[in-house]
């Protein structure tokens, strides 16, 4: 777990490596990682069904759709197809950044989470936000507000060495869009949370609370600083 960031931030490097350095060769196979706990052991905050849906459906697709990006990247940067480079980013961006994010939200939960975090990341809470319950209201106001699918994020600013609030749309990734370091996530797409919640999603983002693993989030700012 030393390597949290470190490991979701080089999820893109394959695709990226080859158009800036002219790599001719392909990189290993993206994989759906196993989840660390079973598909109802967050009930009854998110049922079983919705993450087996979410997990075996949803970015299980990321991750294949990633892989034919990049293949197809290789191919172009083979061929020294500028235009097709141009072309597949936004199927790079799309879904490698659904990959980084469920990488990181399926950590970030735990059928042991929920409650409050402590030692530096408290300390931290504390001395951006003011409270815990304050970031707490803060993370859950932003979540809410995204129009349409996206994610609300707790984010390291590695230049000011501060905890910040961030949204980003679809599944765009925290740190390529902002630069901040992700360390918590909620996911707002429907397909998190419609079959248990409807479009209630405030009820969802509240809930989700009782199931967040600090210990995962704690790690997470460690490396990043």
Request: hydrophobic share 40%; aromatic share 10%; with cysteine.
């Amino acid at each position: 777990m030393t390597m949290l960031v470190a490991r979701s931030s080089q999820i893109f490097k394959c695709g990226f490596r080859l158009v800036a350095a002219g790599c001719s060769q392909h990189c290993a196979k993206h994989t759906l990682p196993d989840l660390p706990y079973d598909y109802n052991a967050l009930e009854p905050v998110i049922s079983a069904e919705i993450m087996r849906l979410h997990h075996q459906k949803h970015h299980a697709t990321y991750v294949n759709n990633l892989n034919i990006a990049e293949d197809k990247l290789a191919e172009a940067q083979a061929k020294s197809d500028t235009s097709s480079i141009i072309a597949l980013q936004p199927a790079l961006k799309f879904n490698g950044g659904g990959h980084i994010n469920h990488s990181i939200f399926w950590q970030n939960l735990s059928p042991n989470g929920g409650g409050e975090p402590d030692g530096d990341l408290m300390q931290l809470i504390k001395a951006d936000f003011g409270s815990f319950e304050n970031m707490k209201t803060q993370l859950s106001a932003a979540a809410v507000g995204v129009q349409g699918s996206g994610w609300a994020w707790l984010g390291f600013n590695g230049t000011t060495n501060r905890l910040q609030v961030a949204t980003c749309a679809n599944q765009d990734p925290l740190q390529a869009t902002t630069g901040l370091i992700p360390l918590f996530g909620i996911d707002v797409w429907e397909h998190a949370y419609y079959l248990q919640y409807k479009n209630v999603r405030p009820d969802y983002v509240k809930a989700v609370w009782n199931v967040v693993n600090w210990k995962d989030v704690s790690e997470r700012l460690d490396a990043a600083k």
